[in-house]
T-cell receptor, first 116, second 116 residues
Framework: GAVVSQHPSWVICKSGTSVKIECRSL??????MFWYRQFPKQSLMLMAT?????????EQGVEKDKFLINHASLTLSTLTVTSAHPEDSSFYIC????????????FGPGTRLLVL | AQTVTQSQPEMSVQEAETVTLSCTYD???????LFWYKQPPSRQMILVIR??????QNATENRFSVNFQKAAKSFSLKISDSQLGDTAMYFC?????????????FGQGTRLTINP
């Protein structure tokens, strides 16, 4: 149990376009989802925390207008990278937790974004 | 703010040997969780082991065990009888005691290679 999926697993786009990444909890209700960014050979850096039905809380230094996060249901959160540029190329990972089980985060398999 | 430090960027051992990965952290909190996550080449984050700070007994999971020294703020991971499949990046992570969802703070990671 406690499976989290991400779609797409990889995406290549042209500079200036927007890209949407989906994060789904397949067998539980994810009251909270987290979005991380990981550069090659580096650690995971939290971008934002989203609670179902509320606005996301962004970490310091993360542009909320560039990285739009929506958590409209208990099983789906989306991250939209608007007007993507090559420096946005990275590995994006989501995780999810549920009420009463906050000490455990279940991670998705990640999405590799390459902006040309 | 909490910080997590992993001082060993890379380690390499022979199969079947025992290896210990180091982690230190800084916090003013008294109650929290500590985690070790594994990220194999697939880049899927996998929870290896978890320790609650209020528990004095060190957590163990089969070949994986921790040495938790709360006063020293140290949390090392020991892998016994290492296997080729243990080759991965290992991240130490900190989480404040959940009152609602809390974020994970990751260390820089240690790249572990198990040689045949």
């Amino acid at each position: 149990g406690a499976v989290v999926s991400q779609h797409p697993s990889w995406v290549i786009c042209k500079s200036g376009t927007s890209v949407k990444i989906e994060c789904r909890s397949l067998d539980f209700q994810a009251t909270t989802m987290f979005w991380y960014r990981q550069f090659p050979k580096q650690s995971l850096m939290l971008m934002a925390t989203s609670n179902e039905g509320s606005k996301a809380t962004y970490e310091q230094g993360v542009e909320k207008d560039k990285f739009l996060i929506n958590h409209a249901s208990l099983t789906l959160s989306t991250l939209t990278v608007t007007s993507a540029h090559p420096e946005d190329s990275s590995f994006y990972i989501c995780s999810a937790s549920f009420t009463g089980g906050y000490e455990t985060q279940y991670f998705g398999p990640g999405t590799r974004l390459l902006v040309l | 703010a909490q910080t997590v430090t992993q001082s060993q960027p890379e380690m390499s051992v022979q199969e079947a040997e025992t290896v210990t990965l180091s982690c230190t952290y800084d916090t003013s909190e008294n109650n929290y969780y500590l985690f070790w996550y594994k990220q194999p080449p697939s880049r899927q984050m996998i929870l290896v082991i978890r320790q609650e700070a209020y528990k004095q007994q060190n957590a163990t999971e089969n070949r994986f065990s921790v040495n938790f020294q709360k006063a020293a703020k140290s949390f090392s991971l020991k892998i016994s009888d290492s296997q080729l499949g243990d080759t991965a990046m290992y991240f130490c992570a900190f989480m404040k005691l959940p009152q609602g969802a809390q974020k994970l703070v990751f260390g820089q990671g240690t790249r572990l290679t198990i040689n045949p």
